[in-house]
């Protein structure tokens, strides 16, 4: 099982790229992070907003592997604890399907994206910087590998 973090945005700051990479390199062999960076839509002045959406969703809609779970990170989706984060690593990893998880650009979602994800989850009700959802991403992905192998990692 391969768990697939489809990102909108290049270039992140070596803070996020190293952060990112401590937790996603922690992970074990069984279920390995692989980061697909999609470019962001050049944004200029009057920019369609609308058509700059589509255009990354296209792009994340052709990066899914077949026969994935998806989970579109979106602000209005369900939100979940560390532990359920648990719960359902141990059922991804059981299917033997891959899992997708899709960080959209500065504008969220197409709305075609949001209409392809078997779900949708909320990090926060707080507005994160992408390369934040990245790290949290990788972080909370860790953690529930912790709580699943009884790791110390995870104290609360």
Excluded: F
Excluded at 102 to 130: K, N
């Amino acid at each position: 099982m391969r768990i697939h973090l489809i990102a909108v945005g290049t270039r992140m700051p070596g803070w996020v790229e190293a952060a990112y990479e401590d937790y996603a390199g922690r992970m074990p062999r069984e279920c390995r992070i692989q980061l697909v960076e999609i470019p962001v839509a050049e944004r200029g002045k009057n920019a369609d907003i609308a058509r700059l959406k589509q255009a990354e969703g296209d792009r994340i809609l052709k990066a899914l592997p077949r026969d994935s779970a998806i989970i579109a990170l979106d602000e209005h989706g369900e939100s979940l604890g560390s532990k359920e984060w648990s719960g359902e690593l141990k059922r991804w990893m059981a299917s033997g399907r891959d899992t997708c998880l899709l960080i959209g650009g500065p504008d969220g979602h197409a709305p075609e994206v949001l209409q392809r994800a078997d779900r949708r989850w909320s990090l926060s009700r707080l507005t994160l910087p992408h390369g934040m959802v990245r790290v949290m991403v990788a972080e909370q992905l860790y953690r529930a590998w912790t709580l699943l192998s009884n790791h110390p990692y995870h104290r609360a």
